[in-house]
C-alpha cells in the first residue's frame, strides 16, 4: 500500500512539474511576442513621410519640385492632380515623392506628395537640396525662377539655375531631370519681360549643354506658345497663379514632355 501511495505521489510531482514547464514556455512565448510588438511600436514614425525606396514601391517614382506653381494655391493641388489624372489614365505605375503633402479629397493618398513650397527661390532649393535628393526618384520636374525674376540679371539667375542642375546631376547621375521654364505671368502687368525670357532662354542653353554632357536633362517650354497660356488662365488678383485652365494647360505642357521617359522607363 505504501509503494502505491509512494508511486501515485510521485506521477502526482511529474504532472506538477510538466504543468508548471507548459505555463512557463507559454509565459517565455508571450514575453517574446511582447517585446517584438514593443520592437514595432518603438521604431514606427507615425505620421512622417519617408523616401520610397525601390524595395518599398516598385512604380516610377516622380518628385515634383519648385514653389507655389507646384505646391499648388488656396487648397488646391495646383497641376499635379491634372497630371496624375493624365498619367493614371495613360496606365503609368507612377508614385509623386516629397517631403510634403496636400490632401484634396479627391487624391490617393500615395500621389500628395510634393516638393513645392510657395515662395520659394532658387536659393531655397539649393539650401533644401540634400533633403530632397534624400528621396528614390526616378524623374525630377523642377519649375523654379518666378520668385527670383526681381533680383539679380537674366545672366545671373540662368547662373544659379545652372548650380541647381549640377547639384542634382552630381546626386543622382541616372535621373531624368525636366527643366520646366519659369511659366508667363500676367503680360497685362507688365510683369511678363524680357528678363523673364532671357532667364528662360537661359534655362534651356543649360539644358542643351547638359544633354551634350551626357546628363539626362530636358528642357520644358512652359512660354505662352508652347502651353497656351493666356491672360485669362491666370488669377486675376496676383497676375501669376493659374486658374483651373491654368493648371490644367501646365500639366498638358508637362506631360506631352514626359511622356517619352515614362514610356522607357516602363518598358
Same mark, same amino acid.
Given at each position: 500500500?505504501?509503494?502505491?501511495?509512494?508511486?501515485?505521489?510521485?506521477?502526482?510531482?511529474?504532472?506538477?512539474?510538466?504543468?508548471?514547464?507548459?505555463?512557463?514556455?507559454?509565459?517565455?512565448?508571450?514575453?517574446?511576442?511582447?517585446?517584438?510588438?514593443?520592437?514595432? &511600436?518603438?521604431?514606427?514614425?507615425?505620421? =512622417?513621410?519617408?523616401?520610397? +525606396?525601390?524595395?518599398? #514601391?516598385? $512604380?516610377?517614382?516622380?518628385? @515634383?519640385?519648385?514653389?507655389?506653381?507646384?505646391?499648388?494655391?488656396?487648397?488646391?493641388?495646383?497641376?499635379?492632380?491634372?497630371?496624375?489624372?493624365?498619367?493614371?489614365?495613360?496606365?503609368?505605375?507612377?508614385?509623386?515623392?516629397?517631403?510634403?503633402?496636400?490632401?484634396?479629397?479627391?487624391?490617393?493618398?500615395?500621389?500628395?506628395?510634393?516638393?513645392?513650397?510657395?515662395?520659394?527661390?532658387?536659393?531655397?532649393?539649393?539650401?533644401?537640396?540634400?533633403?530632397?535628393? &534624400?528621396?528614390?526618384?526616378?524623374?525630377? =520636374?523642377?519649375?523654379?525662377? +518666378?520668385?527670383?525674376? #526681381?533680383? $539679380?540679371?537674366?545672366?545671373? @539667375?540662368?547662373?544659379?539655375?545652372?548650380?541647381?542642375?549640377?547639384?542634382?546631376?552630381?546626386?543622382?547621375?541616372?535621373?531624368?531631370?525636366?527643366?520646366?521654364?519659369?511659366?508667363?505671368?500676367?503680360?497685362?502687368?507688365?510683369?511678363?519681360?524680357?528678363?523673364?525670357?532671357?532667364?528662360?532662354?537661359?534655362?534651356?542653353?543649360?539644358?542643351?549643354?547638359?544633354?551634350?554632357?551626357?546628363?539626362?536633362?530636358?528642357?520644358?517650354?512652359?512660354?505662352?506658345?508652347? &502651353?497656351?497660356?493666356?491672360?485669362?488662365?491666370?488669377?486675376?488678383?496676383?497676375?501669376?497663379?493659374?486658374?483651373?485652365?491654368?493648371?490644367?494647360?501646365?500639366?498638358?505642357?508637362?506631360?506631352?514632355?514626359?511622356?517619352?521617359?515614362?514610356?522607357?522607363?516602363?518598358?
Amino acid at each position: 500500500m505504501k509503494k502505491i501511495l509512494a508511486l501515485l505521489l510521485a506521477l502526482s510531482m511529474l504532472v506538477l512539474l510538466s504543468a508548471c514547464g507548459d505555463k512557463a514556455a507559454s509565459n517565455d512565448e508571450n514575453s517574446d511576442g511582447g517585446n517584438d510588438t514593443s520592437t514595432v &511600436s518603438e521604431t514606427e514614425e507615425t505620421g =512622417v513621410l519617408k523616401p520610397y +525606396t525601390k524595395s518599398e #514601391n516598385h $512604380g516610377i517614382n516622380i518628385m @515634383l519640385l519648385g514653389d507655389s506653381l507646384t505646391q499648388g494655391t488656396q487648397g488646391s493641388s495646383g497641376y499635379r492632380s491634372y497630371l496624375y489624372d493624365m498619367l493614371k489614365n495613360d496606365g503609368y505605375n507612377f508614385n509623386f515623392v516629397g517631403p510634403w503633402q496636400i490632401e484634396p479629397a479627391f487624391m490617393h493618398h500615395d500621389y500628395r506628395n510634393h516638393a513645392g513650397v510657395g515662395g520659394y527661390r532658387m536659393s531655397g532649393i539649393k539650401n533644401d537640396m540634400n533633403m530632397f535628393m &534624400s528621396f528614390d526618384c526616378d524623374v525630377i =520636374v523642377m519649375m523654379i525662377g +518666378t520668385n527670383d525674376m #526681381n533680383s $539679380g540679371t537674366a545672366e545671373e @539667375l540662368s547662373a544659379q539655375y545652372e548650380e541647381l542642375v549640377d547639384l542634382i546631376i552630381k546626386a543622382k547621375p541616372e535621373v531624368r531631370l525636366f527643366c520646366a521654364s519659369a511659366p508667363p505671368t500676367s503680360f497685362a502687368s507688365g510683369s511678363y519681360t524680357f528678363k523673364h525670357v532671357g532667364f528662360n532662354e537661359g534655362v534651356k542653353a543649360i539644358c542643351e549643354k547638359k544633354t551634350k554632357a551626357g546628363a539626362h536633362v530636358t528642357w520644358v517650354d512652359m512660354s505662352p506658345e508652347s &502651353s497656351g497660356i493666356t491672360n485669362e488662365d491666370l488669377n486675376p488678383e496676383d497676375h501669376v497663379h493659374p486658374v483651373a485652365s491654368g493648371w490644367e494647360k501646365f500639366a498638358k505642357t508637362i506631360f506631352k514632355t514626359i511622356k517619352p521617359t515614362m514610356d522607357e522607363l516602363s518598358a
